[in-house]
């Protein structure tokens, strides 16, 4: 029995060629899933970019303060 911890991890890759000219099938399927699916994958491509971009950062709302003089007061 092969101990998955001791050996490195191997991801095969995928690969489907098509014609240029062929239509996009992906449009097609999309159009198929309900809104919360189509959500949640691009939720888990946001994820997985900005991990990717980031490493191991938590993603965060950048915070803008802006100082505005009111006239008339000191």
């Known amino acids: 029995m092969i101990d998955m911890q001791d050996s490195p991890r191997r991801v095969m890759p995928v690969v489907k060629k098509v ?3 062929e239509p996009n099938r992906d449009i097609a ?3 198929t899933q309900p809104p919360q ?3 949640d994958v691009l939720e888990e491509i946001r ?3 900005h991990l ?3 490493g191991e950062a938590e993603p965060r709302l950048q915070k803008v303060c802006t ?3 009111i006239s008339g007061q000191r």
Do not use: L, T
């Open 37 to 39: 699916a189509r959500i």
């Open 67 to 69: 100082i505005v003089r």
């Open 29 to 31: 399927y999309w159009r």
């Open 19 to 21: 014609s240029m000219r």
């Open 47 to 49: 994820r997985e970019y």
């Open 52 to 54: 990717w971009k980031y």
